[in-house]
């Protein structure tokens, strides 16, 4: 596809004039034009170097960086509100960083609202700040780092990473790497079904030497989870509509490799109030419950502090997103698809 420069840089001053910081742990972009999703997923790429030069050429930036040295945790589960809207939320535990939110208008997909972490870009909370002029269009690689989000159809999808040997398919079909896969969905899909659907056209590939498995919900009540083990798909389907589903750093497939697994104490947490209160929590105890379930502790490898870097609980029937960061509950925020780039403060 050829692409004009012109309208290219026109569209990424138009970006970055968006990047605003919310307050000291969130920040919010609203996209403007193509990030090149469609020429990405027809190349295929198998690791985090492709993808990086192939945005560096596409906004004309050698500045542009993905950050893959980092390792973390993360939950997610799905419920219905009293007033029966379908609910997602997800816990995000990753290296203390910058929360960004993002929203993203794609000529040939659905609009979708998702959220990154800024150690991704290289930015950090005391450093390499976003605000520094030379660091500002680092910004723009966001679209291809999401972790969670919902799009227009009222899809929500969620990565998570599991402690064991990386996915490698090699069945002849086009591969994908994890953050693009999330990307696709929420750009490419209406519900679960066609979130499987899309999966089973690549071979997925995890480019950080570590596993992820995938949690989707849709505004009609559905749920399903995909995990790779031996690099091959496992798909977990509900077993009735609206059952609530949970997903923490383990294998639920058996055989899974679960000799370093995290989150089974979280996973219980969760899944005993879910049962407590049978598809009627509200999104403000949905946000308690994963305020219950946060992670805080040194990396042994890494030695950087992992933290829940923000909670999320959207709302799959309104398309909107209540959100708290930096393990602050006492602060939190309100965003909606409908309304890029507007955050309403709900306490």
Known sequence: MKRNKEEILKARKETLSTFKRVDENIWTIVYQGSYGLDELLEKGYKGLL???????????????????????????????????????????????????????????????????????????????????????????????????GVNEMGLAAAILEIKAGSTKQKTGKTPIITPLAVRAILDKCKNVDEAVALF??????????????????????????????????????????????VLTNYFLTEGG?????????????????????KNCMTEEGAMELLSNCT?????????????????????????????????????MYEFSLDEPGVVKKIK
């Open 50 to 148: 492709g993808p990086m030069r192939f945005a560096q050429k596409f906004f004309h930036s050698k500045q542009i960086f993905i950050n893959p040295f980092v390792r973390g945790g993360c939950s997610t589960f799905n419920t219905r509100t009293p007033d029966n809207d379908v609910i997602f939320s997800r816990n995000f535990d990753y290296k203390d960083s910058l929360s960004i939110v993002i929203w993203t208008f794609p000529e040939n997909g659905y609009r979708s609202m998702t959220v990154t972490t800024g150690s991704f870009m290289l930015y950090g909370k005391k450093w390499q700040r976003p605000e520094k002029k030379k660091n500002h269009i680092r910004a723009m690689i966001a679209p291809y780092c999401c972790m969670d």
């Open 200 to 245: 089973q056209q690549y071979d997925m590939h995890d480019p950080l030497g570590v596993n992820y498995h995938y949690h989707f919900a849709d505004a009609e009540g559905n749920s399903v989870i995909i995990e790779y083990v031996d690099s091959k798909m496992h798909i977990i389907r509900q077993e009735q509509k609206n059952e609530n589903q």
């Open 257 to 277: 490799d679960n000799r370093r697994e995290m989150g089974r104490d979280r996973y219980k947490r969760i899944n005993d109030k879910l049962c407590e209160c």
């Open 295 to 331: 992670l805080n502790y040194r990396h042994k490898t890494f030695r950087h502090m992992v933290i829940t870097v923000w909670s999320s609980v959207y709302n799959l029937t309104k398309k909107t997103m209540k959100m708290c960061a930096g393990m602050n509950y006492d602060t």
